[in-house]
């Protein structure tokens, strides 16, 4: 017999239920998955809505703060450069989020002490950020004309990648991001080599950062890398690129252009194998 409980966290309060054994007829289960369906319908609606309106703020709050790039607090702690598209509001850095048609969908804010947060009621699925792109059709411009994109999960570490490699690095904000952003990206280019440079977050459990980049990868037949660190890197606590470019720059590109090379490679023989099957 179905059952199971619930409990309060807080309160300690547990609630149980057992099924009673009664069944809806085919014609009520019918009726409310019919009405199930319509809210569904209407939650995506009003979601679509505020997300759109929330895209034409974004436009004009970027025109606005249309001032150039400038060097902030946090540029100077990552020891990273100002890229231009993403300019600087009262020492907080403005990163927008496009989808792979170019629009804007969100911002995300970048405190000085590293602290961040997006635009509220905006859409960050599937969005990301192309570095030194001004705006969304130049962001899409670059990563058409390129055999390959990377892409990283935050900001900083992104524009640390820019410097090493001659290709279009991408932000997509975070871990749980990078599975959308490479999907969206492999169905618009299918033809496009992808390497997610993931975090290697060895100090939180199950390592999100590792465990998210891999399926990322996975899922379009692209290649995923993770920053070497010396033992005495990981003891403290380094994670990502932008970590180990700090301390060793040289290895950042060494890493860069073996994957890059690598995903080329492999795409070469998966287009060979393709031609050979028809």
Aim: proline content about 4%.
């Amino acid at each position: 017999m179905p059952n199971g409980y619930a409990e309060n966290n807080r309160t300690k309060q547990v609630i149980r239920w057992k099924a009673t054994g009664q069944h809806l007829s085919p014609e009520a289960k019918a009726d409310l998955a019919g009405q199930a369906e319509q809210k569904r319908y209407a939650r995506k609606q009003a979601e679509k809505e505020l997300y759109e309106a929330t895209a034409k703020r974004m436009i004009e709050e970027l025109r606005i703060n249309n001032s150039g790039v400038k060097q902030t607090a946090y540029h100077k702690t990552k020891q990273i450069e100002a890229t231009p598209g993403a300019p600087a509001r009262n020492g907080d850095v403005l990163v927008p989020g496009y989808d792979v048609e170019g629009k804007l969908w969100t911002i995300q804010y970048i405190k000085e002490d590293g602290t961040k947060r997006f635009a509220k009621n905006s859409r960050k699925h599937g969005c990301f950020h192309v570095v030194g792109a001004p705006n969304g059709a130049a962001a899409i411009q670059k990563i058409a004309m390129s055999p390959v994109v990377v892409i990283a999960e935050g900001y900083a570490t992104a524009a640390t990648l820019a410097k090493h490699r001659k290709v279009p690095i991408l932000a997509a904000y975070d871990s749980g991001n990078l599975l959308s952003v490479a999907t969206a990206l492999h169905q618009r280019y299918p033809d496009k080599a992808i390497v997610i440079a993931g975090d290697d977050d060895h100090r939180i459990e199950n390592n999100p950062g590792r465990e998210k980049a891999l399926a990322a990868s996975e899922a379009v037949a692209g290649v995923a890398i993770f920053p070497r660190f010396t033992a005495e890197e990981r003891a403290k606590g380094f994670s990502d690129f932008n970590d180990l470019a700090t301390q060793s720059p040289e290895v950042v590109s060494h890493q860069l252009d073996e994957a890059v090379q690598r995903v080329m490679e492999q795409n070469v023989v998966a287009t060979r194998s393709l031609e050979l099957a028809r």
